[in-house]
């Protein structure tokens, strides 16, 4: 047995690669509103609610979402990629993959 997660995904390829480009955007734009000066902390508090629904509605986790919700909405923390990272979960299950329970 390998030491690689597996596929884990229930969705056709498709479907997946839309939604990693989906997730990507999500995550680029979080980024983006950290680059705006004095406009960036308020963009966040409007784009966090904005995101964490989107990454609820595309992964269905209140546990992403939240961290969605948390990462946009504490300072500093808008460069992790909380979207992709929902992703490359329900793709390889990468949760249960870093707890070892692949």
Known sequence: SSNMPR???????????LK???SLI????GA????????GEFADTVWAPISAFLIYRMYGSVLWAGAGFMEEILPGLDIVPTATLAWLNE???IANWIRGRR
């Open 7 to 17: 596929n884990n995904s229930r969705r056709g390829n498709g479907s997946s690669i």
């Open 20 to 22: 990693l480009i989906a």
């Open 26 to 29: 999500i995550d680029a734009i």
């Open 32 to 39: 983006l509103t950290y680059m705006l000066p004095f406009l």
């Open 91 to 93: 793709r390889w299950g």
